[in-house]
């Protein structure tokens, strides 16, 4: 697969680590009322959808970017490609 | 690619100019092909000596010797010869070569004839002639679909000492050397606008349009010829013949330095995104490599667009006794005639149901070859100028032995008739081949009008198909289907370009029946020759309810090995359909995978082999420990001193004891540069770390070092190492050897996905610095004489824990800590890697007054046990902080990662296992490292386990052995007396639970 790098432009998944859902970057208040049962839920469960996807990839050899990809786990088409931070700053996420 | 071998149409044999000399022993060697007639290339099959000419290949080598009989099958060891003249052949696998480049199941219709081939038949013995397994052909209602299946099952004991090993041994075609490969394989990567695939007519076409129009463009064809079937037809182009008109094509794309032309790479699968994958054979065609040339490329080729222009298979027809040698595919005789100038016999007959099998009557004709006999399956079959045609017949036996002689004839008017022949060439209609268009998720659809299965559905990103392989059989069709695909491919990529003038050619129409096999007869019918599938197993899959093709497949083999049912899985299928009447396209086809064609192990590991299949990382002190004659130990990548042998050391313990004695009594040196090192800086530096560890480290003050839990975010322990606080914003991270790669992407995923806010930058650093322990009661010492002197050591100035940048020998920057693993008075010396060597010599030098010695990686952990300090072994992916007896540091006051799914109630049981230490009651026995615990007395089961044993050692300082491990409410259970048992190998030690710090338990040395 070809990952189009939004800094460095299209680059081949092998110099890409894989981790999954993107959803792990919206890690619980661990000081919520409920933060055993949230991070029990952060943790173990993930969607596995057959299409569109939000997952995690780690440029590893190449600039170390997180990078958040919307691929077709069906087709493997990809859709978007985004700086993981970005998105964790969209979602709220700071300090 | 040798311009002897692209010259090779015009040059053709006349330059030797006696057809006499030409054919010599070569008793079925015709006039004309595009062989090199001059050239006589010398070869053996199965020792005896044969010629050839340059061109040929060794099936058309040997056929041309009067050779038929190339193999045995599979299963029951029935003689067969060639059956195509392409990479579908099922039958003539041989061979090549032998010792460290002999490779087995080559087809011999691929392998390019060269000057002292050696090849070897195979799945026979003592010889292709008599083959003592061919018995199994006798038993051969044994041996029918399914029957690994529902034979071997009882009794069960025989599965292991009887059945596998009979099995093993009949299994498997050709046999390896078991020498190694002296060759070389690459491995690399190009990049196009348009990758054709293929360079029959439209491959050539679309090559040439896209070529003009100046975009990148890659050709490759599987074989050493451009052309496809144009070097095998007689038909014209323009006013050339086929072959001489792709010579002219070939020539001007040689000019043109957008174009590469890749002769001899096969296409092996279509991959995400416009990737396929290719093989390109760079010295198969030779004796040896040239030096410093590879025997292979694989090739990762990254298109924009891609046209298959892969041809068509043509298919055989079922009947009783096909499979004698001489029985062949028409097309596949037509292009021996045509291309290689051989008959596999003096006289041949023709069995057909469409018009193509005419035509290789007619060529044979041409060429001076007897045709016995014309039978076409259709009652209005056309006319036949020069042969006996027989409309509306069948063949229905052949008889022969270890090749054909005869063929009997069901004629229309019922009678039957006997047709001598050495050859049948037979033809059942043509498959394109769709293989590439369904690598991702195409599934061929059918086209009745040509009786056969076309791309449809999803094909591979940025995919069309021209040509045969698209359904468009006649010449004048793939020439324009070709133009027209490279002008479509190349304007999506906004590229101009024109369609080549579209050159006359011949323009028939396709005209079949489908016929796929005779009906009549008791004896076997063969579908899949390669696993010796008839169409009784067919049958008898379908009778037994086995009858979606994916079941047909895996019950049968139909389809399975090297061939991948190029030639029978159609034949199967449409069986299939028959029986459970059902029309062909709901029948459906199985899923068609890469590779294409076969791929040796060799180039799939490229020069990832022997020492280079993974990099080696040495240590900066690697030369130093060689020069000490150093045992090195693989630890991951590194290649680390795993302990310092001196002269009259007779066994590692020794070497060991000694090093860890000496650092104990007074210093010893180790490189522990392996450590993974993370610099941390920002001004969110010390939150972030305090995010990362499970304890504290917001407060560590300046010039500190802290000791750091890891946990994963399910409260496991991971990790540990420490964290060096040179300033405010600047820390300097270690990890496990292990973990340095993980622990940095953590980091980042943290730093980039968690905290986005936070002001902080990650380095690994790892490789920038070499790092010492100097460890021992000497240890302050021996650095005071290294480390420049305005930096104090004194265990005031500089005490356990301490962090500092300092300078030694004279101005070579420096960073010291004061952190001790061994439990010793020790630090640990960083500088720039460039000056790791030196500054390890300069340690030694300078300890030489102590008696300083190296020690290696056994010591280390000897020493680690004897301290109790956790490691690999103790951090192994399902011990938590409070396993490790840590329960304690970590932080419920703040957020870090792991630390709120570490309260879990199922992780805090009142009966944890704790990390303890082990001693033998009676001192001479061992503490095996993996031994499970079991209380004193009672039962030894996974019920009554109590924990193992993680690490274990001789501890010279104690004179025992000694083991670490986890033990149920260990830390309240010091002084009871256990067992260690293995009741694997039926040992069992009784072992003392003892504190898991076996040296100084109250640190004092460490703080001296």
Known sequence: ?95 | MTDAILNAGTVAFQADGSTGARKGVQVNRLDGGLIKGSKALTFTFDGKRYKGFEGDTLASALLANGVRLMGRSFKYHRPRGVLTSGSEEPNALVELRSGGRQEPNTRATTAELYDGLEANSQNRWPSLKHDFMAVNDRFSNFLTAGFYYKTFMWPAAFWEKIYEPIIRKAAGLGSISFEDDPDAYDKGFLHCDLLVIGSGPSGLMAALTAGRAGAQVIIADEDFLLGGRLNAETFGINDLTGSAWVEQVQAELAALPNVRVMPRTSIIGAFDHGIYGAVERVADHVLAPEAGKPRQILWRIYSKRALLAAGATERPIAFENNDRPGVMLAGAVRAYANRWAVTPDQSVAVFTNNDDGHRTAADLIAKGVKVTAVIDTRPDAPKVDGAELFAGAQVIDTQGRLGLETVRLRLANGATRDVPCGALAVSGGWNPNVHLTCHQRGRPAWREDIAAFVPAGTLPQNMSVAGAANGDFSTAAALRAGAEGAVAALSDLGIDAKAADLPAAEDAPVNVTPFWYVKEGKGRAWLDQQNDVTVKDVKLAHQENFRSVEHLKRYTTLGMATDQGKTSNMGGLAIMAELAGKQIPEVGTTMFRPPYTPVSFGVMAGRSVGEEFRPTRKTPSHKWAEEQGAEFVEVGQWLRAQWFPKAGETHWRQSVDREVLQTRNSVGICDVTTLGKIDVQGKDAAAFLNKMYANAFAKLPVGKVRYGLMLREDGIAYDDGTAARFAEDHFVVTTTTANAVLVYRNMEFARQCLFPDMDVQLISTTEAWAQFAVAGPNARKLLQKVVDPEFDISNEGFPFMACGEITVAGGCRARLFRISFSGELAYEIAVPTRYGDALLRKLMEAGEEFGAVPYGTEALGVMRIEKGHAAGNELNGTTSALNLGMGRMVSKKKDCIGNTLSEREGMNREDALKLVGFKPVNAADPVPAGSHLMNADGEVSAATDQGYITSAAYSPVLGCAIGIGFLKRGDARLGEVIRAVNPLEGKEVQVEVVSAHFVDPEGERLRG
Do not use: C
């Open chain 1, 1 to 95: 697969m070809i990952i189009n790098h939004p800094i460095l432009g299209p680059r081949d998944s092998q110099e890409f680590t894989y981790l999954g859902d993107a959803a792990l970057i919206d890690r619980p208040d661990w000081q919520a009322e409920n933060a055993a049962d949230q991070f029990h839920d952060y943790l173990y469960l993930r969607d596995n959808p057959a299409g569109e996807h939000r997952e995690l990839w780690f440029h590893e050899q190449g600039d170390r970017s997180w990078l958040v990809v919307t691929r077709n786990t069906v087709t493997h088409e990809i859709l978007t490609v985004e700086l993981a931070r970005d998105v964790a700053r969209a979602r709220g996420r700071s300090k």
